[in-house]
């Protein structure tokens, strides 16, 4: 199975800093990668799909790019609202796997 | 609006069966694929099942493979996850969530887990 790997598995940034989550497919997985963002005590909710393709209503500060096994979400300028635990999931094939989540703080 | 509501969730000893729905509303259900996906307390996301728009292509999670069975029933927007020799390590919020979808140049292309449930909570203890 493609495992996915996420980094770091936490950070803490002050409000204004532009913010870099890494997600690694162990194959290729082309394009078939979505972000989600899940706030505390909250359902998870869709950010990006297919590496780069922003959700309806998702602000555009969110971006992502990549394809292959190396994807990125970039958070341009922190607000305090996007402290969240952010998921990368593949789902390209049989195997719907998630990252194992990236904890945003707010420093 | 799109809504997507699961039940079934309780207390379940190790080696029971319990059986999850979730009823689906707002949008053409028979169009789309579905999903669960579950959450162990204070653990990340964990995907465990897929199942297409027709019900005629399944896939799980090793993790679930041989005990629990997803299906649907398309005349009554409905999907389901019949839970099998439970663990103690099934212990989680379990959700429910559509495969979103969209076209492009005539070509219909995934575009993950657009809508959830507020998820049915399983504890699996003796």
């Known amino acids: 199975d493609i495992q996915m790997t996420q980094s770091p598995s936490s950070l803490s940034a002050s409000v204004g800093d532009r913010v870099t989550i890494t997600c690694r497919a162990s194959?290729?997985?082309?394009?078939?990668l979505a972000w989600y963002q899940q706030k505390p005590g909250k359902v998870p909710k869709l950010l990006i799909y297919?590496?780069?393709t922003l959700q309806s209503g998702v602000p555009s500060r969110f971006s992502g790019s990549g394809s292959g096994t190396d994807f990125t979400l970039t958070i341009s300028s922190l607000q305090p609202e996007d402290v969240a635990t952010y998921y990368c999931?593949?789902?390209?094939?049989?195997?719907?796997?998630f990252g194992q989540g990236t904890k945003v703080e707010i420093k | 609006e799109v809504q997507l509501v699961e039940s079934g969730g309780g207390l379940a000893q190790p080696g029971g069966s319990l059986r999850l729905s979730c009823a689906a509303s707002?949008?053409?259900?028979?169009?789309?694929?579905m999903n669960w996906v579950r959450q162990a307390p204070g653990k990340g996301l964990e995907w465990i099942s897929y199942?297409?728009?027709?019900?005629?292509?399944?896939y799980y999670a090793d993790s679930v493979k041989g005990r629990f069975t997803i299906s649907r029933d398309n005349a009554k927007n409905s999907l389901y996850l019949q839970m099998n020799s439970l663990r103690a390590g099934d212990t989680a919020l379990y959700y429910c969530?559509?495969?979103?979808?969209?076209?492009?140049?005539?070509?219909?292309?995934?575009?993950?887990?657009?809508?959830w449930g507020q998820g049915t909570l399983v504890t699996v203890s003796s």
């Open positions: 969530a559509r495969g979103g979808a969209y076209y492009h140049s005539g070509t219909y292309y995934r575009s993950g887990l657009d809508y």
């Open positions: 707002g949008f053409l259900f028979s169009s789309y694929e």
């Open positions: 199942i297409s728009s027709s019900g005629t292509t399944i």
């Open positions: 194959q290729d997985i082309s394009n078939y």
């Open positions: 297919v590496a780069s």
């Open positions: 999931q593949k789902y390209n094939s049989a195997s719907r796997t």
